[in-house]
């Protein structure tokens, strides 16, 4: 090992967020970075960390600016907590801050150090807009210039194409294709319905409502700017709205802008730490990360695009000795109602894990009142770095509220990846 020589447990002991916003809404005249800082301040003011020294900060955005190049340092520089706090940018697409829990985790448990803040964040009201490659390289003609002439020839080259620019996308660089695209794929595929869609659509909904009305995010999200919920949870929609909605990826296709997570800005961040540091200070620890994995899929080749998830969990449940049924919730990301319902169906086929998986059966079925209990991202939105950080926070305290219990995370990601954990209590 590089420090320690026998592991320590890794306590979660809360996490905090603003409330997801839809896109181009409550959040379009802020960035990144103060998105960001909201959510570390607000962990370091729920668990009095002002002025103190963490072991470290490791957070993430997918769509930033290529003057965000030290983003989780800068943000933490704002947060309250001490200057002498490193930070670390991290990226796994939607799976990041996920990704980000779990280094924190590996340095904890080795003893590298005894507490650190995972946090994403993501907006797609400030995305880097650019203009094309011709154009940069005429820029880049004139800055390497030595005289006035040579500073003035490459202007003379310019023409109106040089000044469109480059949107930023979310479309896969080896296929072309949306994530919405791969995933009409993958329901047509799996044979998932549009009505299975819908009704897992409208059951994430009905759980986040219920969620807020209960109180049960009092504590884990904090007001900005004017918002004080999730202004993506629709409490009042139903079977026969959602039915109504029109196919957003294909004519005949069955994902809908209903069966699907919105465009959303917003950030989450969580704290974690030693058992000894937490209690050194008075912090009540709500859970404790076990095990994480990431697995990839061809999905040029053939495989489905969010899949992978599929292939991390039963790898994960082999490292932990246990079976798909041993957990008291399973928090599956909704990057599209399609995804979830695809994962499960995969775990279910007795040719597919026999296949794929290498298994001599199939990995089984969960329950689906476990499932998002509080809802998931199609309901809540879904700040691409930011959901793992969400999640974390939110099953820390389910499990401290249930008092014991086990819980699964399992994020899809872009790229073809998929972050997966367990925590325990």
């Given at each position: 090992m590089l420090v320690g020589s026998k592991p320590r447990r890794v306590a979660v002991i809360g996490g905090a967020r603003i409330p997801f916003a839809r896109a181009h809404g409550a959040y379009a005249s802020v960035g990144n970075q103060?998105?960001?800082?909201?959510?570390?301040?607000?962990?370091?003011?729920?668990?009095?960390?002002?002025?103190?020294?963490?072991?470290?900060?490791v957070a993430g955005a997918v769509?930033?600016?290529?003057?965000?190049?030290?983003?989780?340092?800068?943000a933490m520089l704002d947060s309250g907590l001490s200057p002498e706090?490193?930070?670390?940018?991290?990226?796994?697409?939607?799976?990041?801050?996920?990704?980000?829990?779990?280094?924190?985790?590996?340095?904890?448990?080795l003893g590298q150090i005894d507490s650190g803040i995972a946090g994403g964040v993501d907006t797609v009201s400030d995305p880097p807009i650019v203009f094309g490659r011709e154009y940069q390289q005429l820029m880049l003609r004139v800055f390497r210039a030595r005289s006035f002439?040579?500073?003035?020839?490459?202007?003379?080259?310019?023409?109106?194409?040089?000044?469109?620019?480059?949107?930023?996308?979310?479309?896969?660089?080896?296929?072309?294709?949306?994530?919405?695209?791969?995933?009409?794929?993958?329901?047509?595929?799996?044979?998932?319905?549009?009505?299975?869609?819908?009704?897992l659509a409208f059951q994430s909904h009905q759980r986040a409502a219920r969620a807020w009305a209960e109180g049960f995010m009092s504590d884990l999200v904090v007001p900005y700017l004017g918002l004080a919920t999730d202004n993506n949870v629709r409490a009042d929609t139903s079977l026969e709205k959602l039915a109504k909605l029109k196919p957003s990826f294909a004519?005949?296709?069955?994902?809908?802008?209903?069966?699907?997570?919105?465009m959303t800005d917003g950030s989450a961040s969580v704290l974690l730490a030693?058992?000894?540091?937490?209690?050194?200070?008075?912090?009540?620890?709500?859970?404790?990360?076990?095990?994480?994995?990431v697995a990839a899929v061809d999905f040029v080749g053939g495989e489905g695009l969010l899949m992978a998830p599929a292939y991390a969990v039963p790898r994960m449940l082999a490292d932990a000795g246990l079976s798909l049924p041993d957990f008291d919730f399973y928090e599956i990301h909704e990057a599209f109602a399609a995804q979830v319902l695809c994962t499960l169906k995969a775990w279910e086929s007795e040719?597919?894990?026999?296949?794929?998986?290498?298994?001599?059966?199939?990995?089984?079925?969960?329950?689906?009142?476990?499932l998002n209990v509080k809802g998931g991202s199609v309901a809540v939105g879904h700040p691409f770095a930011a959901t793992g950080a969400r999640i974390v926070?939110?099953?820390?305290?389910?499990?401290?509220?249930r008092g014991s219990g086990r819980g699964l995370i399992s994020v899809c990601t872009a790229g073809g990846m998929g972050v997966t954990a367990i925590m325990e209590r």
């Open positions: 103060q998105m960001l800082t909201a959510s570390l301040k607000a962990v370091v003011d729920r668990f009095s960390l002002k002025g103190e020294r963490l072991g470290d900060v769509m930033k600016h290529s003057s965000q190049w030290n983003l989780a340092r800068e706090t490193p930070g670390l940018d991290m990226q796994r697409a939607c799976g990041t801050s996920l990704e980000a829990a779990i280094t924190i985790a590996n340095k904890i448990t002439g040579q500073r003035i020839r490459p202007f003379l080259g310019l023409r109106p194409r040089h000044f469109k620019p480059t949107y930023p996308g979310t479309g896969e660089p080896r296929t072309g294709l949306s994530m919405g695209q791969h995933a009409e794929q993958m329901a047509r595929t799996w044979k998932i319905t549009r009505a299975e869609q819908d009704e004519a005949d296709g069955t994902l809908t802008a209903g069966n699907s997570t919105p030693s058992e000894d540091w937490a209690q050194s200070r008075g912090l009540a620890v709500q859970a404790y990360l076990t095990y994480g994995k040719k597919f894990c026999r296949e794929r998986l290498g298994l001599a059966k199939p990995l089984g079925s969960i329950d689906r009142a476990k926070a939110s099953l820390a305290k389910l499990l401290a509220t």
